[in-house]
């Protein structure tokens, strides 16, 4: 490490609406909701944008997802078909190459349908030890849907922070001894009736946690989630598109 930081903490502020399926799709292609066309998670469709997997493609990365179902449809195929597309490996896509998804379906504030965030670490990196894939994304749900059902400022949130910090803190090690660089973020925040999409610093501005070797600026910084997109793309040597107009946080 040669005496840089280890871990980056800064703070991060989602486009608008800040509604999942807008952010993962901003999150991804670095253009806002205007651009992009998704206005919420009933408008999921194959967007036409260039995105990290497919600039990663280019470039000639392998890409991995571990994800809500939205990103294969936003990056690979829409509608997404289950039967389909719950997993597949398909090395010559030119979007995901290596992908393994969750529905969700019959989601109620009550029966989260989330998988354990334990269930989605290990596939990832059982598909980065089988296939070395070069840049992969992994999307857990459990805290989110913790927020609608519980609100933040509660016992309940605390414990469920504790068992993701938990559960995900022996993989950041296993990554970086990989020789990945790891990101920690979100797609948005929550507030204190447990809703996002609108205007407000507890719905938009989340922590985003930087693993690796690269500078990032100042931890007050408040970062633009547009800046995700170019910021990987950078790391990972891959082109950034002209659609992508913001500027890269790590050097
Ligand atoms: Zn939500």
Not at 13 to 20: D, E, F, K, R, T
Not at 87 to 103: A, K, Q, V, W
Request: hydrophobic share 35%; net charge negative.
């Amino acid at each position: 490490m040669g005496g840089k930081r280890r871990c980056e903490a800064l703070e991060n502020a989602a486009i608008l609406p800040c509604i999942s399926a807008s952010c993962y799709a901003s999150i991804h292609t670095g253009v806002p909701a205007q651009e992009h066309g998704c206005t919420g998670n009933r408008n999921v469709f194959r967007l036409s944008q260039p995105d990290i997997f497919s600039q990663v493609r280019q470039a000639g990365g392998v890409t991995a997802a571990v994800t809500h179902s939205f990103w294969s449809a936003f990056f690979n195929r829409a509608p997404f078909d289950p039967d389909r597309d719950i997993e597949y490996d398909e090395p010559d896509s030119p979007s995901i190459n290596h992908g393994r998804f969750y529905t969700m379906d019959g989601y109620g504030s009550v029966n989260q349908m989330t998988p354990s965030d334990a269930d989605l670490f290990a596939p990832v990196t059982n598909l980065a030890h089988r296939f070395g894939f070069d840049y992969g994304i992994l999307h857990a749900s459990t805290l989110d849907s913790m927020g609608h059902r519980f609100f933040h400022d509660c016992q309940e949130m605390d414990h469920a922070c504790l068992v993701m910090d938990e559960m995900l803190a022996p993989y950041i090690v296993k990554w970086r001894a990989m020789g990945y660089e790891v990101i920690v973020t979100a797609d948005h925040g929550q507030d204190e009736r447990g809703h996002h999409g609108g205007h407000s610093a507890l719905q938009q501005d989340f922590a985003l946690y930087y693993f690796g070797e690269a500078q990032g600026p100042a931890p007050e910084t408040l970062l633009d989630q547009l800046q995700l997109a170019p910021t990987i793309l950078s790391r990972m040597g891959a082109e950034i598109p002209a659609t992508m107009k913001a500027k890269p946080f790590l050097t």
